[in-house]
């Protein structure tokens, strides 16, 4: 069962993008493969960082490739973001992902439409049933659809949801829901990461591992040995990247980053994602410059 492995430092990897826009799979590769030396716990394609509003499904097919290479025989949790507003649609790329040979879906809830709770509901239930393991994503400040701990108890509670991504820029839900679901709860916000640890969560998503992967990965093996004091110590020190990465749009300020330390041949982003400015590449140079 995913559940179990949903803990951590899950990866939602860029997208990797030649200067003129094309797929780079074997960047893809290579960023997978430093992912896992780094001890990362697994990763999501096609996540927002993975600019999945842009990235096509036989991109996805892929990236699913690299990845599956990258891999080879060991055992690493390959999630696959599969949303839509449209049911329909999210059950189809679900059915995909499958088929790809993803290990779980990541679906997030139907965004713009704002459907009924009883609509959310039933979409979790259609998707679920195609038989790959789930986790709802929960953002209401992207989808501009914002549901209460006992709604996600709810989908939590739908049989093939494996978890739940939380990122309403807090730690209220995992307090309440924590200790009420042996469902992954797992922290989709990167500036919260200690705290919803400290609140019950049993890991996290976030872009921002994309970068010193390992950095992030010992602030987890810290705590997860009790050495909390020691694991807020590591993330503390991780505070002022988190801080820029996602001052401009995400996921632009990270591939900037890791196009400087050779991880990516390119930051090239899809439009309408743009690149960042001059003087937010000023402060991440700064912050290399400084970890040297
Ligand atoms: O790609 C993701 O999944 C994440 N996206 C969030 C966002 O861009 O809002 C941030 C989080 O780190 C993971």
């Known amino acids: 069962m995913l559940t179990e492995q949903l803990k951590g430092v899950i990866v939602p990897v860029v997208t990797p993008f030649t200067e003129e826009g094309e797929l780079d799979t074997g960047s893809f590769r290579h960023v997978v493969q430093t992912l896992m030396d780094q001890r990362a716990h697994g990763i999501v394609i096609n996540g927002t960082t993975g600019e999945c509003p842009t990235v096509r499904p036989e991109e996805v097919r892929l990236l699913m490739e690299a990845a599956l290479e990258a891999r080879g025989e060991r055992t690493f949790p390959i999630l696959i973001g599969t949303g839509s507003n449209d049911t329909a649609e999210a059950v189809s790329l679900t059915k ?10 990541l679906v997030v809830t139907p965004y713009y439409n704002r459907p009924s709770k009883q609509g959310v509901m039933e979409h979790y239930r259609r998707v679920a049933d195609v038989g790959l393991p789930v986790v709802a994503y929960h953002i209401p400040h992207r989808t501009g659809l914002e549901l209460t701990s006992g709604d996600i108890a709810a989908i939590l509670g739908i049989e093939g949801v494996a ?11 995992f307090i309440e829901l924590s200790g ?10 990167d500036l919260y990461f200690f705290a919803a640890l400290c609140c019950g969560a049993s890991g996290a998503m976030m872009a921002s591992a ?8 010992e602030v987890y093996e810290q705590f997860s040995l009790g050495r909390w004091p020691e694991a807020r110590a590591r993330f503390e020190e991780l505070v002022p990247l988190i801080g820029l990465l996602f ?6 300020p990270v591939k900037w980053m ?16 743009t690149p960042v400015s001059e003087g937010l590449e000023r402060k991440l140079a700064e912050l290399l410059f400084c970890d040297r």
């Open 96 to 105: 995909q992902a499958q088929t790809l040979g993803a290990d779980g879906a």
């Open 163 to 173: 978890g739940i991504k939380e990122s309403t820029g807090g730690v209220r839900n």
């Open 180 to 189: 009420h679901t042996d469902k992954a709860l797992l922290c989709g916000d």
């Open 210 to 217: 994309n970068m010193y992967t390992g950095r992030f990965v």
């Open 247 to 252: 001052a401009e749009p995400n996921p632009s």
């Open 258 to 273: 890791m196009k400087q330390t050779g991880l990516l041949l390119s930051d090239r982003v899809r439009l309408p994602m």
